[in-house]
């Protein structure tokens, strides 16, 4: 009987073929962490004078993520013991080996900057620059990691609210009714606000308002069952080529997967300027008439599967909102006109033998365009073969997601609060797109290598 093996972790077997200190060189080769000692190192030479090795602090806070090691008691025991270990972190032989609180401390210079953001779209653009990543079809989803916080205990007591006058309001109580009402609603923050109300909202807003505190998320299963965890949501938009990750965000585990969409395309179009969207892929639970609206403006075209929410069937066309004929027979997708952006529907396979052929109610051609209504219309049409097979790509925003948690200690958070939490995810994900760089410019080097020598 054949056994069936899964691809490794995609072309990053190439790094760990390497000897560490190969490894770690190819990888710091990828990931500039110039940035970020800018941020950690002492500003003057004023006062006591540091002992501490903070690029090599850095580098092993990388390798930490590298190699696994869950806990910053565990690298810092490793640094003491394993002195090849420790050179290979980039320490000297006679530096001492920094504690757990000045790990810490680092941390916490990190966590007041978007150091690590910064970083990681310098990753990209050089991969864009080094041609790996050219058009872009882009994937988001996101997923779920708990966090190191005790969830706070259930309260018992809860204060009822008096019951509602019954019966219409009078004018002035209406009024009264209508300025509070919009008072509230004017205090609310932007993801408390409709997902419409981020369509004309920066992406500095957005990014800066975003809620961190760990909250209780439920998630349906494959089995259709709910999963409770109390923690945080990942929300990443992947290329589904390279399996890039071109932005990340982390929310509350209450946020709306919905919610995180605009501001990952926003920040993929603040970041990466000159990278064109062809397509973006999306799970029914990002249906909303925003999200298409956000994707049409960067002259993408959305794939996003339909969520029916309380809808009639539209009268006249299918499912799949192609036209039908008088029998009900779907019109056939054909293709689709960039210069119009109109979709081309031809006649249904069932005309060839109905009597109504010839019959003036029976249309030969239907042509739509897409800004009818850009949630039931996209390039290519729904329920056509191209639609279908664009979809499948959305997958590899999965596979990214479950290579985080299962090799770079994604849902393994240390820290307490959301802003730590953060840290902990950029750095996830600096340190997966930097192997990323690293392992396709070594296959680059291994083909032309084995091109000369041919």
């Keep these: 009987m054949s056994i069936v093996r899964q691809e490794s972790l995609f072309s990053m077997q190439i790094l760990f073929d390497l000897e560490p200190t190969h490894r770690y060189d190819e990888i710091f080769s990828a990931i500039n962490i ?43 025991k490793r640094l003491n013991t394993d002195l090849k270990f420790k050179v ?8 001492p080996v920094p504690s757990e609180a000045s790990f810490s401390r680092m941390i916490t210079k990190i966590k007041d900057t ?18 790996f990543i050219s058009d872009a079809n882009i994937a988001i989803d996101s997923g779920h990691f708990e966090a190191r916080d005790q969830a706070p205990a ?68 494959s089995e259709g069952k709910n999963v409770f965890w109390y923690g945080y949501k990942a929300h990443l938009a992947v290329e589904t080529s390279t399996q890039f990750i071109l932005q990340s965000l982390i929310s509350s585990g209450s946020l709306n997967d919905g919610k995180a969409a605009i501001p990952l395309l926003k920040g993929i179009a603040k970041y990466y300027p000159n ?12 249906d909303y008439d925003a999200i298409y609206e956000q994707i049409h403006r960067m002259k993408g075209y959305s794939i996003i599967a339909y969520n029916k929410k309380n809808e009639q069937d ?41 009597p109504l052929a010839n019959d003036s109610l029976c249309q030969k051609v239907f042509k739509i365009k897409i800004e009818t209504d850009l949630r039931r219309y996209s390039a290519p049409a729904r329920g056509s073969m191209a639609w279908k097979e664009r979809f499948k790509e959305r997958s590899s925003v999965e596979r990214v997601i ?10 393994n958070v240390r820290y ?22 690293a392992s396709l410019r070594l296959a680059c080097k291994q083909s032309t290598t084995n091109s000369l020598a041919a």
């Design 416 to 437: 307490r609060t959301g802003e730590r939490a953060k840290v902990h995810l950029d750095l996830v994900t600096l340190v997966y797109n930097g192997m990323k760089l």
């Design 114 to 131: 978007n150091i690590l953001e910064e970083i990681n779209s310098q990753i990209i653009l050089d991969a864009i620059d080094e041609g």
């Design 314 to 354: 539209p009268i006249g066309f299918d499912e799949n909102f192609a036209p039908t004929c008088v029998r009900e027979h779907s019109y056939r997708y054909d293709s689709f006109d960039k210069r119009y952006q109109t979709l081309k529907y031809t006649r249904p396979k069932e005309c060839a033998d109905c």
């Design 34 to 76: 110039n940035p970020i000692l800018n941020v950690v190192a002492k500003k003057s030479n004023l006062g006591r004078p540091v002992e501490l090795n903070y690029p090599a602090m850095v580098q092993a806070l990388v390798v930490r993520i590298v190699e696994r090691i869950p806990e910053i008691q565990l690298l810092v």
């Design 154 to 221: 259930k309260k018992e007591d809860v204060v009822k609210e008096p019951p509602k006058k019954r019966g219409r309001k009078s004018k002035a109580e209406r009024e009264q009714w209508l300025k509070e009402k919009e008072a509230r609603e004017a205090s609310l923050s932007i993801f408390e606000k409709k997902i419409e109300d981020q369509l004309d909202v920066s992406y500095s807003e957005l990014h800066d308002q975003m809620p961190l505190d760990p909250k209780w998320g439920v998630k349906k299963n």
């Design 88 to 95: 290979d972190c980039g320490f000297l032989v006679s530096d």
């Design 275 to 286: 990278l064109r969207l062809i397509f973006a892929m999306l799970d029914a639970g990002y």
């Design 402 to 411: 479950g290579y985080l948690k299962e090799f770079f200690q994604l849902n």
